[in-house]
């Protein structure tokens, strides 16, 4: 194993700093590319509703951090969009359920990106009017997702599965729980999670890690910080389901269905759970099973068929999802084959072919600039290392798919949506 992490290691050829505010800074340098893409990321999602701060409770309205990762382009001096286009950098952020990610790629004047990049997230500049606009123009994007049969599909599967996590919450609120948001409760947000010790900066491409370092030291994030306190509970749901299915109907080409298991939540670092429940996902459905390639060729379900585990700090969930003529056909037939894995193990043969598939795909997305930062920022987040999933999946046996089969994906933990057409209404697109 220790031969292995060595070539883990030398593959990723990932450079690492921690400063002494605690702030980690990431670099894979790749001088053969142009291009630069830099993220700045802090552990702080849609799911963080309650916490504790230096002993005060605080409660957020669902959409807190999203509305925030839109408010935090503005300052005083402008629109940080702008000055990004200034220098030719594309710039975006997203926010998930679990962290909020600001970041650019740029081919030149890096330094002067960093800066702009830096300085925008630590100083941050919320008005009673600014914010007023900004509800109007999120609420708009809420009606947005509301539309999109994909979102839609992700949103009632949690539902079903949980009745209080934030995670059955859509991840930019409500109209109107992003209504009652004030600065002074973005500021607070701001300072218990968007220190330094909760964050990571990384960056791929041609740069160095001393680079991103002094721009960190230019921007004042290299300085010890003021200790503070903060905890969060650690509420698990358990129980029964609280709902076992949900229909609705959409303007959508075709039905959409997903088959939802609630699992045990994945504790942050536990490389090993996280990848079995990858691991077994594809084993039941990817493109390389015999299930796959029936339903595929017999156009049950579209190219985009396929499962997902989707784990936040208190949730975990796998969902198969996709498009299909026969939905409650293809949901049975999933049904089975989790039984049939259940009652006679895996293959090791496709075990192992499965396994060299998900390394390939760690070691490919090492060959693309954007791809290398965002991967690295999203193992920091979740505890560990590129080069720790690389050698936990080394050490993966088909016995270890077969112990987690029997309590993964059991019938008391599903639930069924589906999404039909509208009746009478145009296909979509048309």
């Not at 740029?106 to 702009?116: G, M, S, V, W």
Request: proline residues 6%; contains cysteine; hydrophobic residues 40%.
């Amino acid at each position: 194993m220790l031969t292995i992490r060595e070539k883990a290691a030398a593959a990723v050829n990932c450079r690492r700093a921690v400063l002494d505010s605690g702030l980690t800074v990431l670099c894979r340098t790749m001088p053969d590319y142009s291009t630069v893409h830099a993220m700045f990321a802090t552990a702080f999602g849609s799911t963080t509703q309650d916490f504790v701060w230096n002993g005060r409770p605080v409660h957020l309205p669902a959409g807190t951090a999203h509305f925030l990762e839109h408010k935090m382009f503005e300052s005083e001096q402008g629109d940080a969009f702008e000055q990004f286009a200034r220098t030719g950098a594309s710039a975006n952020a997203f926010t998930s359920w679990d962290y909020t990610c600001y970041l650019f790629s740029a081919t030149d004047r890096i330094d002067e990106n960093l800066d702009i990049l830096l300085d925008m997230v630590n100083h941050p500049w919320f008005t009673r009017e600014t914010i007023a606009k900004e509800q109007g123009i999120i609420g708009q994007e809420i009606k947005m997702y509301d539309d999109s049969p994909d979102w839609r599909l992700t949103t009632e599967a949690l539902r079903c599965l949980y009745a209080t996590d934030p995670v059955r919450e859509d991840i930019a609120g409500t109209v109107e729980s992003i209504a009652t948001l004030m600065p002074e409760l973005l500021y607070t947000c701001t300072d218990a999670f968007y220190r330094p010790g909760n964050m990571v900066l990384t960056v791929a491409g041609n740069i160095t890690l001393e680079q991103a370092v002094e721009a960190c030291r230019r921007a004042g994030l290299d300085r010890p910080q003021k200790p503070c306190s903060i905890t969060m509970p650690l509420q698990v749901e358990n129980g029964p389901i609280p709902r076992r299915q949900t229909q609705l109907a959409m303007p959508v080409n075709r039905p959409c269905f997903a088959l939802a298991y609630r699992e045990q939540p994945i504790a942050r670092g536990d490389v090993r759970r996280a990848t079995l429940c990858d691991i077994v996902t594809e084993l039941v459905c990817g493109g390389l099973t015999d299930l796959y390639r029936k339903l595929y060729d017999e156009g049950m379900v579209n190219p985009e068929f396929s499962g997902d585990c989707l784990a936040t700090r208190t949730a975990c969930a796998v969902l198969f999802t996709g498009e299909s003529l026969q939905p409650r056909l293809v949901a049975d037939l999933l049904r089975q084959e989790i039984a049939r894995l259940r009652r006679e193990g895996v293959d090791p043969q496709l075990f192992t072919l499965v396994k060299n598939e998900m390394y390939g795909e760690l070691l490919a997305v090492l060959e693309g600039v954007e791809n290398a930062a965002t991967q690295l920022t999203g193992a920091w987040l979740k505890g560990c290392t590129l080069e720790d999933q690389i050698t936990t999946l080394a050490a993966l046996t088909p016995a270890d798919a077969d112990e987690a089969l029997q309590t993964m994906l059991l019938p008391e933990n599903e639930a069924y949506v589906q999404i039909d057409p509208v009746p009478g209404a145009p296909e979509a697109g048309e």
